[in-house]
């Protein structure tokens, strides 16, 4: 479904991506782990064209996204998830989700269809269902992420990006959060490239992932072999930290 | 028949080389990290891994020999620390210092599963009982295929190698359906058989797993017809894994070699360029999963050829030739290459021909001198001269025909040349000594 090849992307002088190479099957789960500074949301920004890659390939359903703006992108089939969830404040629960559907309006699709969509998002996340007039600014974090991954769907991508979903939620808001991740590829086939901090969590849902290292690629593989990976476990996973020690 | 790992054996080969891109690239950016002996390398044939953006430029980098492996013994060449490895190997090395791999709990985890893609290409499914007749110990071939085994879920009998007697008692009271062995062992398990006066119809086997030395198609007729199985071929060594690298599937035409998990080259063994598609030549594998013990393009010295063509059985990984004999086992004879194996194909061909033959290279003055001794079986007439005499002139015809090198045949008592329960010693090339 998406290929991406040997792009390299700069932050001004900084060489951020150094050739990396990943693809997501239709229907995949695959994470993005590493540590900071490592490159992943430089990679969900690379494809969404927020700082598009200076070189290299990226080839969706058999299309190059190669000048296409963010916007076009969108319409694609690829949302992103922005981390820190950035939903707007100001504006209430049902105006954020109206707003994820915005390029929607371009085509012939009549405005019925979106609002079947928003109350579609209510039943996906009942929690914010009770808060749709509310400004979003108003609702706690995980209610938040939640807004932010439901505006993303209102845009019906078959490629979700989504960039640290997790990022400051309670542990039972997190297991929400990644059970409605799971769900949305049970139930919608919808594919989903995933940077997480917590890594064992992310890798626990996902069938694949690459660890990234000073903007390069430096392992791929099936999530489980991953969690199993005794060095994924030292670096990223918070296993066996008294215990280190090198040839 | 069943295929182990349909999403990845019939993968087509767009999405193949992109995973092949994508393990390359992060195998590469992990060796330049860990493996001092890659970075040096690299460094000094000015490669930075990182600039590495397609499969053709894997061939600018360098080979790894088994040279850098006896320098780098016993850990140098480990990608991760010690207590990483949960089982370490060593393969035969016949000359010098052997060589020393490492496997992780997911590399354990990995070769099982390649295994398990040959074994269920064989024909092996849950209901077989596996009699392994590998040895154990340091050698990869018994325990991969040991661990093949349990992940199909077949029984696993744990033989080991030698005893044929044995062995032949097992097979028959504990019903064996599947037998992994060296092809020659399989021959004297046969020739037991027969003296022994036990049919080998009589036994529960129907496949054979042979590897571990190169063998040629006449072999293959002869173990299928006096063992009433189907005998098929693998390929592995344990510097890239061990078996699991390639096996044949039931069409027997060619192993399928597991593409996902190692990229083939196929160089000339002398300038080390690569040769085009379908060219006879070194075959040079880069490990694609391995964690504790990657290996960048290194030379196997195994002779063999690339066929990328579509097989019938659905699989698309590429199919290797079964392997010719080694590039250091290559003699030359007077300018001529000549394999072993060119030989053992002559032979078999010729009827009346136990497969146990020795290959003598002497020099006299300036000149090789090519002796095939071949044991004679109650099939050649021993009475008659000149039958007898015949039979040397017919065979050493049809080796100066073939190889374009005269060779003197001689024939020897039965049971006179050394047997071998582990691997077959074919040649013996007195020049060097």
């Known amino acids: ?247 | 028949m069943k295929i182990w790992d349909p999403l990845h054996e019939c993968m087509p080969r767009e999405d193949l080389e992109q995973l092949q891109l994508e393990k390359l690239q992060a195998t590469l950016n992990r060796v330049y990290r860990s493996v001092a002996c890659y970075k040096k390398k690299f460094d000094k044939a000015g490669i930075n891994p990182e600039e590495i953006r397609s499969l053709d430029d894997l061939a600018q980098l360098p080979f790894t020999t088994k040279e850098d492996l006896r320098l780098n013994y016993p850990y140098g060449m480990f990608a991760v620390p010690l207590r990483e490895v949960v089982r370490i190997h060593s393969s035969s090395g016949t000359t010098g210092k052997p060589t020393v791999v490492g496997y992780t709990k997911n590399d354990i985890h990995t070769w099982s599963n390649l295994v398990a893609r040959f074994m269920t290409a064989a024909g092996v499914t849950h209901d077989d009982v596996v009699q392994i007749a590998f040895g154990y110990g340091m050698f990869t071939g018994a325990f991969g295929l040991h661990y093949g085994s349990e992940t199909i879920g077949a029984s696993v009998i744990p033989m080991g190698a030698g005893n044929t007697e044995k062995q032949i008692m097992i097979m028959q009271d504990y019903k064996s359906t599947v037998l992994v062995s060296t092809p020659s062992y399989a021959i004297t398990l046969a020739s037991r058989m027969e003296q022994l006066g036990i049919d080998p119809k009589s036994l529960s086997l129907k496949v054979g797993l042979f590897g571990a030395e190169p063998w040629s198609e006449g072999m293959r007729k002869e173990i299928e017809s006096r063992l009433f199985i189907s005998a098929t071929d693998n390929y592995g060594l344990s510097e890239i894994i061990g078996p699991g690298v390639a096996g044949e599937c039931e069409f027997k035409c060619g192993m399928h070699l597991s593409e996902d998990a190692f990229i083939a080259e196929i160089i000339d063994p002398d300038t080390g360029k690569i040769l085009p598609r379908g060219s006879v030549g070194e075959l040079v594998l880069t490990t694609l999963t391995k964690e504790a013990f990657p290996m960048i393009r290194y030379r196997t010295r195994d002779i063999t050829s690339l066929d990328y063509e579509k097989c019938a059985c659905g699989r698309t990984m590429l199919r290797m030739k079964k392997t010719m004999g080694r590039s250091d086992d290559m003699l030359i004879i007077k300018g001529v290459n000549v394999f072993p194996s060119q030989i053992e194909e002559i032979l078999f061909a010729v009827e009346g021909c136990e497969p146990h033959y020795q290959i003598v290279v002497e020099r006299e003055g300036e000149m090789d001198i090519l002796e095939v001794h071949i044991e004679v079986t109650e099939n050649i007439f021993f009475d008659e001269m000149k039958k007898q005499k015949g039979f040397v002139e017919m065979v050493e015809k049809k080796i100066h025909s073939a190889l374009g090198v005269g060779a003197t045949v001689k024939l020897v008592e039965p049971a006179s040349l050394p047997r071998h329960e582990g691997k077959a010693v074919r040649v013996i090339d007195k020049r060097k000594l």
């Not at chain 1, 690829?78 to 105006?95: A, L, M, Y």
């Not at chain 1, 269809?113 to 974090?141: H, V």
């Not at chain 1, 959060?177 to 969590?201: D, H, M, P, W, Y």
């Open chain 1, 1 to 247: 479904m998406l290929k991406i090849k040997n792009i390299n992307t700069f932050y001004g002088q900084v060489h951020a991506l150094k050739n990396v190479s990943l693809h997501v099957n239709a229907g995949e789960i695959v994470s993005l782990i590493g540590a900071n500074g490592a490159g992943k949301t430089t990679i969900l920004n690379s494809l969404s064209a927020v700082t598009p890659p200076r070189d290299g390939e990226v080839i969706f359903e058999g299309v190059s996204l190669g000048n296409l703006s963010s916007d076009r992108i969108v319409e694609m089939g690829i949302s992103q998830v922005p981390e820190g969830r950035q939903v707007f404040k100001d504006f209430s629960v049902e105006d954020n989700l109206e707003l994820g559907a915005y390029l929607r309006y371009r085509g012939r699709e009549g405005r019925a269809a979106i609002k079947s969509d928003i109350e579609d998002m209510f039943s996906l996340f009942p929690q914010l269902s009770t808060r749709r007039k509310q400004m979003a600014g108003t609702l706690s974090g995980g209610e938040q992420q939640m807004l932010a991954i439901g505006r993303a769907l209102m845009a019906k991508p078959k490629l979700l990006l989504l960039d640290e979903p997790s990022m400051g939620l309670a542990p039972l808001v997190v297991q929400e959060i990644f059970r409605v991740i799971t769900a949305l590829r049970e139930e919608r086939g919808t594919s989903v490239l995933l940077v997480e901090q917590n890594a064992k969590a992310a890798l626990k849902i996902a069938d694949r992932g690459y660890v990234l290292e000073t903007g390069k690629v430096i392992l791929e593989e099936n999530a489980s072999d991953l969690l199993e990976n005794k060095e994924v476990q030292r670096a990223y996973l918070g296993r066996e930290k008294k215990e280190i020690w090198e040839r």
